[in-house]
């Protein structure tokens, strides 16, 4: 059987985005075997304080370049030159303030597939509002549905961050796919308000008598068991069931009327989890796991995350830890790769890189010569650590993971985009800041021309423009 390289392998990635959805897209596309660069500003992506940027930002090379100077953008033109894909997250209108919209850079690459990721769109009522993963979690409703009959409660990890990531990615990637049968680039776009819909799918369904289930089934549930351990049973059909019963030792329940079905167990709720509540505390959890498994019934221990990485056989069974050794931090322990094909041959990805540890080697390759990047330097255009070296490749070692600090409270709105600003007007925190949005899409148009001609490729829902 012949082997390939990694899927991506050959595929050139300009990544403008910070924060965690677009830059953990970009990542997802490293991920496959892109070619990923990272254009920073000389301060870094602003989320480069968290533990959790080393885990949306691995396998990329980082320049650090001034964009609001003329010589910067240009830089970031010669890599779309001979780019495949751009990925931003700007504020509305930014990029096409600083030059660098679907548009312009479409003029220089008509193959380009241009990819925004904004907070509610590029277009419609909050298009101009700064927006953070738990602002879209209060607005979408999946507080309120985790914090069941009580208080709404945060999700601790940004789930509408990395669905929207998953979503920009697979944008790009059709989008490639697409660009292989016309020639033709595209504008992809998505948003978080997008990925948190398409999140709750299954939830967002809504017809006449539709039944709601406001209370656990019995058999669907956390039990503590005699050792004041946790785990959950998931036991979501009659086969489970009538395993459950015979395996606790309950098997005049098994066909017990009340119990025959999911819906009326959960009608008959107030019969059924005292007996099973009963039962689970009269042994130890790991003797109930193994009982529960030796008669294939679904259950899981409640364990923390490092329990898991740690100790788990299956994690390491499947090479979900890397480590690597890291200029700034030492020892780096992050995911492997979540995604493999065969018999396409993955690549270590490599590292998250140090702010601008690749300017230098990116721009010789760009054609710069070495006195033109002195210059750069002493213009402040560049900030490269000069001499930074990359870091070793991974080798393959367990370890714990550390979780990011909750994220960042918003800032001030941002100008409307109704009044056009010169390129030295935009502000960092207009390139970087929190959840940015791409301009408004272009409409169809004579093929070639540039973004006017490059349909827009939305999110799974397929709902209003925009991108997270």
Not at 94 to 113: D, F, H, Q, T
Not at 399 to 418: E, H, I, K, Q, V
Request: proline share 10%.
């Amino acid at each position: 059987m012949t082997a390939w390289g990694p899927p991506l392998d050959g595929v050139r990635v300009v990544d403008l985005t910070s924060y965690i959805a677009g830059s953990y897209a970009a990542m997802m596309l490293a991920d496959l075997g892109a070619a990923v660069v990272k254009v920073e500003s000389p301060d870094g992506d602003p989320f480069r304080e968290l533990p959790g940027f080393f885990g949306w930002n691995r396998g990329k090379r980082s320049i650090a370049v001034d964009l609001k100077s003329a010589d910067g953008r240009g830089i970031v033109e010669r890599l779309v030159a001979r780019g495949d894909v751009l990925m931003e997250n700007m504020r509305p209108g930014v990029a096409e303030r600083l030059g660098l919209g679907c548009e312009s850079l479409r003029a220089i690459n008509p193959r380009l597939v241009y990819c925004a990721v904004t907070a509610f769109g590029s277009s419609g009522p909050y298009a101009d509002r700064p927006g953070f993963d738990p602002l879209l979690q209060a607005m979408t409703g999946l507080q309120t549905l985790q914090g069941g009959a009580g208080a709404p409660q945060f999700v601790r990890i940004a789930v509408t961050d990395y669905y929207t990531a998953s979503l920009a990615a697979q944008g790009v990637l059709a989008a490639l796919f697409v660009r292989e049968r016309t020639g033709q680039g595209q504008r992809v776009e998505t948003s978080l308000l997008h990925g948190s819909l398409a999140l709750q799918s299954g939830s967002v369904v809504d017809y006449p008598d539709k039944p709601m289930f406001a209370r656990e089934n019995p058999t669907y549930r956390l039990y503590e068991a005699g050792d004041g351990q946790w785990f959950f049973l998931a036991c979501g059909n009659q086969s489970f069931w009538a395993k459950l019963t015979k395996a606790l030792g309950l098997d005049h329940l098994t066909n017990d009327a009340r119990f025959a079905s999911w819906l009326l167990r959960l009608e008959h709720s107030a019969d059924l989890l005292p007996i099973l509540i009963e039962t689970f505390r009269s042994k130890p959890r790991a003797e109930w796991l193994e009982i529960l498994a030796r008669s294939d019934i679904p259950a899981a221990p409640v364990q923390t995350l490092a329990e898991f990485v740690d100790t788990d056989p299956a994690v390491r069974h499947h090479d979900m830890i890397r480590e690597y050794d890291h200029p700034e931090v030492g020892r780096l322990r992050l995911m492997g790769l979540p995604v493999t094909l065969a018999p396409a041959v993955p690549r270590d990805p490599g590292p998250p890189p140090a702010l601008g540890q690749h300017t230098e080697d990116v721009l010789q390759e760009l054609g710069y010569a070495e006195r033109d990047i002195a210059d750069l330097r002493e213009r402040r255009v560049i900030g490269a650590t000069p001499g930074a070296g990359r870091p070793p490749r991974a080798t393959n070692i367990m370890g714990g993971l550390s979780r990011p600090p909750n994220p960042p409270t918003l800032g001030a709105p941002r100008p409307s985009r109704g009044t056009p600003r010169p390129p030295d007007s935009v502000t960092d925190a207009d390139i970087m800041g929190g959840l940015s949005r791409p301009p408004n899409p272009p409409t169809l148009g004579a093929p070639g021309a540039g973004c006017a001609d490059a349909p827009v490729v939305r999110g799974r829902t397929g709902q209003s423009r925009g991108a997270p």
